[in-house]
């Protein structure tokens, strides 16, 4: 999943962004309104956590703009400012959650994952994806009965897939949700990952469910085994073998 983090105070910026990206999440940042409007303009966000009182416009404004272009990206405002008017506000201009300082980091991860189960509709927060399952709470993942041990760069690259499942998605889509904008297209490091991702979920299962669809992406599907037509391994997107 990937946030956008907007805050001015540079200390807690840093906390929120290191936190959020020990979690798993891809996180890029702006330090002001205009900064912010430019980022959600070019970017694909899964959610804001944005700040009230930043550098003009403030965040009350830089949400609105961002539901008047139709937007439909989770934001989590926070602010110093505890009047039951500016919470109103908030929620007003088309803020998912409100979130006053000073707050425990796990209580902004536990919002953050409400909010990111809630659009485009309300989701479970236990996805399946034939006998896969993945507790988005406590970021755990099982084959059967068996738990499957991820790293979070992994469990983010295969919640992501699982949030999509029966759907192609494209390297480019990938690189925006599981990875910020520090990301290298020029590089394979999404096929490192989803090489990895399948030794833990598929290797050892006659059924595979992370598939290849060559030129096009990547898909998590209960596939026929014998279906070779459609289903294609890393390496025959990168060019070469493991």
């Not at 999440?25 to 330090?31: G, H, I, L």
């Not at 300082?101 to 994952?113: I, M, S, T, V």
């Amino acid at each position: 999943m990937r946030l956008l983090v907007v805050e001015d105070d540079s200390r807690l910026s840093e906390v929120l962004i290191r936190g959020l990206r020990e979690e798993g999440y891809a996180v890029d940042s702006a330090r002001d309104g205009q900064s912010a409007v430019e980022q959600i303009s070019v970017n694909s966000y899964d959610a804001v956590v944005l700040d009230v009182m930043i550098p003009s416009p403030d965040g009350f404004e830089v949400c609105r703009q961002l539901r008047a272009a139709g937007l439909s990206t989770a934001v989590l405002m926070l602010t110093a400012r505890d009047a039951v008017d500016d919470r109103i506000h908030g929620l007003d201009v088309g803020a998912d959650d409100y979130l006053i300082k000073p707050f425990a980091f796990a209580e902004l991860l536990a919002r953050l994952r409400a909010l990111l189960r809630r659009p485009p509709v309300v989701a479970a927060p236990t996805l399946h994806a034939g006998e896969l399952t993945i507790d988005t709470a406590a970021h755990r993942v099982f084959r059967g009965s068996d738990e499957v041990v991820l790293t979070s760069k992994e469990y983010s690259l295969l919640e992501y897939f699982a949030r999509n499942a029966g759907r192609v998605i494209t390297r480019t889509e990938i690189a925006e949700h599981v990875w910020d904008e520090n990301f290298d297209p020029l590089t394979n490091l999404i096929d490192v990952h989803i090489n990895r991702l399948r030794r833990k979920v598929d290797n050892e299962f006659s059924t595979k469910l992370i598939h290849t669809r060559r030129g096009s992406g990547y898909i998590l599907a209960s596939l026929d085994p014998a279906d070779n037509s459609t289903a294609h391994t890393a390496a025959d997107l990168s060019g070469t073998t493991e």
